[in-house]
Each structure stands twice: as structure tokens, then as C-alpha cells.
């Protein structure tokens, strides 16, 4: 069982807002951890969406965008693309189980 | 361009062993953190081990800590996975993963994977 939870599914129609949460816990959200976004289409490399909470690395559209709060995170993805569609994961430190873990995944799934 | 190009995988049998490589390039590789990640078939990433540029800091998710071991060689920019007493649930897509850091004047961030590779398939089943 991961240390960070997401929903296993999102959905949206092309052009809507989707949002992903990633819930956790005291020993990493909760402990002020930093969360990281990835993107994962089957087949290939992830790609890094998001890090440190709310940063966009260059070329990553601002359609993107994440906060963090308490023991939670969530990722915003804003005029949703068919291109979007996907696997996220969040990561963060945990230091229970740690040191790193990742989210459960979520699938996205343009309509 | 930074490229990590991940070899090695294949087929075995349960209890047997696999050395991974990942041949890095297009970035000062002695400097990085370098990690290992995996997706077994259906399920979601998991990290499995990172070592720091030195090599002075090493760790390993429990579900792997015993039978994996991690190493690097600066010299030949290469990171490797040597992988004993292999099982089934060890069956998966295992990637190298480059350790990404940035400080922007008031806050640093680490402890983030900012380039992967594509892979290589592991599959442990008699």
C-alpha cells in the first residue's frame, strides 16, 4: 500500500479543467515534505510535470499547474488536451518508508 | 541533451540474478544523484534504490533491501543494478531516473527526478 493516495481515475472533456489530489500523511505532505508531479504515457519515459510543489520545469505548458496543503497535494490541469491523456503520479520524501515514494496513479482520460 | 539509456533486462528464472546498466550522457554524471525506479505489469512507479554522486550514500526500498545492489561508475558515466534472488513480484519495467536540484534564490528543491530513461524489461518467471 503507497504512502501517497490518488483517485485511480479522472476524466474530462476536451477543453475542462480536471484536478488530481494526492492525499498523505505526517510523515511526508504533512511533514513539509516537497511534492513532485510526473506524467507517464505507457510506453515510454515519465516526464516531470511539477517539482517542488508548484514549479513548472521549462517547456512544461502553464496549463499545468499543482498546490499543496496540510497532508495533500493536488494537480490542476487546466483546457485539457487530448494529448493530456495519461498516468500522473505524485512523489514526495517520506521518512517512515521512505526515502522516496510515489502516488498511486492516476489514469486521465480525455472524453 | 541528457540521455540515459537503460540495458540488461530480460528473462529469468525465480532465484536468479541481473545486472542492469544504465549509460549515461549530455550531462556532468559524477555530479548527480542517481536513482532506480520500477512499474511492475498494472501497477504504478515504485522507487527501488538511489546512490549519491560520491557514493557515500546509498538506499534501497525494503521490498528489494538484501538481494539489490546498487553502484556507479564515474569514469565510464555508467549506473548499475545487480539484482540476486530474484522473484516474481520483482517482474517489471525498471528505470533509471537522474536526480534533479535547483535553489531559486530563497527556497532549494531536491529529491526529484528530472530525467528518466526508457526502460528495460526484467521478467522473473520459470
Known amino acids: 500500500q503507497s504512502a501517497l493516495t490518488q483517485p485511480p481515475s479522472v476524466s474530462g472533456a476536451p477543453g475542462q479543467r480536471v484536478t488530481i489530489s494526492c492525499t498523505g500523511s505526517?510523515?511526508?505532505?504533512?511533514?513539509?515534505?516537497?511534492v513532485h508531479w510526473y506524467q507517464h504515457l505507457p510506453g515510454t519515459a515519465p516526464k516531470l510535470l511539477i517539482y517542488?510543489?508548484?514549479n513548472r520545469p521549462s517547456g512544461v505548458p502553464d496549463r499545468f499547474s499543482a498546490s499543496k496543503s496540510g497532508t495533500s497535494a493536488s494537480l490542476a490541469i487546466t483546457e485539457l488536451q487530448a494529448e493530456d491523456e495519461a498516468d500522473y503520479y505524485c512523489?514526495?520524501?517520506?521518512?517512515?518508508?521512505?526515502?522516496?515514494?510515489f502516488g498511486t496513479g492516476t489514469k486521465v482520460t480525455v472524453l | 541533451e541528457v540521455q540515459l539509456v537503460e540495458s540488461g533486462g530480460g528473462l529469468v528464472k525465480p532465484g536468479g540474478s541481473l545486472r542492469l546498466s544504465c549509460a549515461a550522457s549530455?550531462?556532468?554524471?559524477?555530479?548527480?544523484?542517481m536513482n532506480w525506479v520500477r512499474q511492475a505489469p498494472g501497477k504504478g512507479l515504485e522507487w527501488v534504490s538511489f546512490?549519491?554522486?560520491?557514493?557515500?550514500?546509498?538506499y534501497y526500498a525494503d521490498s528489494v533491501k538484501g538481494r539489490f545492489t546498487v553502484s556507479r561508475d564515474n569514469a565510464k558515466n555508467s549506473l548499475y543494478l545487480q539484482m540476486n534472488s530474484l522473484r516474481a513480484e520483482d517482474t517489471a519495467v525498471y528505470y533509471c531516473?537522474?536526480?534533479?536540484?535547483?535553489?531559486?534564490?530563497?527556497?532549494?528543491?531536491?529529491?526529484?527526478?528530472?530525467?528518466w530513461g526508457q526502460g528495460t524489461l526484467v521478467t522473473v518467471s520459470s
Open positions: 505526517s510523515s511526508n505532505i504533512g511533514a513539509g515534505y516537497d
Open positions: 549530455g550531462f556532468a554524471f559524477s555530479t548527480y544523484t
Open positions: 546512490v549519491r554522486a560520491n557514493t557515500d550514500s546509498i
Open positions: 517542488g510543489n508548484n
Open positions: 531516473a537522474r536526480e534533479g536540484g535547483v535553489c531559486d534564490g530563497t527556497n532549494c528543491y531536491t529529491g526529484y527526478f528530472d530525467s
Open positions: 512523489q514526495s520524501y517520506d521518512n517512515r518508508v521512505g526515502p522516496y515514494v
